[in-house]
C-alpha cells in the first residue's frame, strides 16, 4: 500500500520559515518525481514544486521561486520543502505527490499518488 505523508504545516507570521516533509512508503521512491502542490481556500490546487528523481533536476511556481527549495533524501524515501520569506498569499494545504516519471509536470493528473496534506497558516 502506498502511502504519502506530510509534516511540518503550522502557523507562522509573515516573513518566517517551515520546512515541510513528506515521507513516500510502498514505493522504489527513487522512480518517482516528486512534486509539491498546494490549495488555498476556495482556489484550485496548483503546483508549488518539483523535484526529479534523483534530484539534480528542480523546477518552481514563479509565487515561489527564490523563496522555497525543493530536496529530496532517496535513502530516507522523503521529500522536502524548504520555505522562506512566507507571505499571508502562501497560506494553504500542501501536498506532496508522486509521479512515476523522469520530467517534471505540472498536471494534476500526471500525479500517481498524493498526501493528505498538511496545513501552513501565514499571519500577517
Known amino acids: 500500500q502506498v502511502q504519502l505523508v506530510e509534516s511540518g504545516g503550522g502557523l507562522v507570521q509573515a516573513g518566517g520559515s517551515l520546512r515541510l516533509s513528506c515521507v513516500a512508503s510502498g514505493v522504489t521512491f527513487s522512480d518517482y518525481t516528486m512534486d509539491w502542490f498546494r490549495q488555498a481556500p476556495g482556489k484550485e490546487r496548483e503546483f508549488v514544486a518539483g523535484i526529479s528523481r534523483g534530484g539534480a533536476i528542480t523546477d518552481y511556481a514563479n509565487s515561489v521561486k527564490g523563496r522555497f527549495t525543493i530536496s529530496r533524501d532517496n535513502a530516507k524515501n522523503t521529500v522536502y520543502l524548504q520555505m522562506n520569506s512566507l507571505k499571508p498569499e502562501d497560506t494553504a494545504v500542501y501536498y506532496c505527490?508522486?509521479?512515476?516519471?523522469?520530467?517534471?509536470?505540472?498536471?494534476?493528473?500526471?500525479?500517481?499518488?498524493w498526501g493528505k496534506g498538511t496545513l501552513v497558516t501565514v499571519s500577517s
Open positions: 505527490a508522486a509521479q512515476r516519471g523522469r520530467i517534471i509536470t505540472y498536471r494534476l493528473g500526471d500525479m500517481d499518488y
